[in-house]
């Protein structure tokens, strides 16, 4: 068994929108690696947080919720993750615009923002791992061999989030998501504690009007040259 230090992490930061998900997911396939989505350990946060009536002004009840909250990841038959918090698969909910604003709020939390460390270090397992989120390279794996942050002008990224709903039939503007993507960019990168920021040893890549298989080719070339 190798030490958890020696084991691979490829970091991927970056804004909502960036691509970060759909990359970080294709790129850990393409190298059969695990996948940690730390948003969604977030935004359960977020959700289990509403089930249980909390206030999003009250950190003592956030932080517990935080330490309480049973958040596991599971494929379906179709290998598409479901997010399951407290024996409930909750990955629809997780997705909507309410709570990912609950947790962009809650992650301003310095409390809550620990008690989901370790949590986080725990995916770190033999053969690697991809880790998709704000400060995966700057605060939970600065020691990561690899680090990409992932960029797209906030047209761009409006309008994949406004693509990506219609098709599941949720209706919003893009106006309206414009708005909401720029709002959660400032509280992410203007929050005290570990704000949105590439790490300084990270590879920036704009990922405007590029797709997706051609960014996975460049992310892939940094790990296997
Ligand atoms: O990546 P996402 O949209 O699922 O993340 C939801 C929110 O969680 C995001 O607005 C900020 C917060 N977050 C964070 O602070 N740190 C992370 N590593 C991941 C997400």
């Not at 990359?23 to 730390?38: E, N, Q, T």
């Not at 946060?45 to 919720?65: E, K």
């Not at 998709?132 to 605060?139: A, E, S």
């Not at 309206?176 to 203007?190: K, N, S, T």
């Amino acid at each position: 068994m190798p030490e958890t230090s020696e084991i691979p992490v490829l970091t991927i930061d970056g804004p909502s929108g960036s691509g970060k998900g759909t990359i970080s997911r294709a790129v850990a396939a393409r190298l059969g690696w695990h996948y940690l989505d730390s948003g969604a350990l977030y935004r359960a946060v977020g959700v289990a947080a509403g089930w249980a009536d909390l206030d999003l002004a009250d950190p003592a009840a956030l932080v517990r919720c935080a330490f309480d909250t049973d958040i596991g990841f599971r494929a379906d038959p179709a290998g598409e993750p479901r997010v399951i918090i407290n024996g409930v698969d909750a990955t629809d909910e997780l997705r909507t615009e309410t709570a990912g604003a609950a947790a962009s709020a809650i992650a301003a939390i310095p409390e809550v923002r620990s008690a989901l460390r370790d949590r986080q270090r725990a995916f770190r397992r033999a053969p690697g791992l991809v880790a998709d989120g704000r400060d995966m390279g700057t605060v939970i794996f600065p020691d990561a061999g690899h680090k990409v942050f992932l960029t797209a002008s906030a047209d761009e990224r409006a309008e994949r989030r406004y693509k990506q709903l219609k098709d599941k039939g949720v209706s919003v503007t893009l106006d309206g998501l414009l708005r909401e993507i720029l709002a959660r960019d400032a509280r992410d990168a203007h929050r005290a504690v570990a704000p949105l920021r590439p790490a300084d040893d990270a590879v920036r890549i704009d990922t405007t009007g590029l797709g997706i298989e051609a960014v996975v080719e460049r992310v892939l070339a940094l790990v296997q040259p």
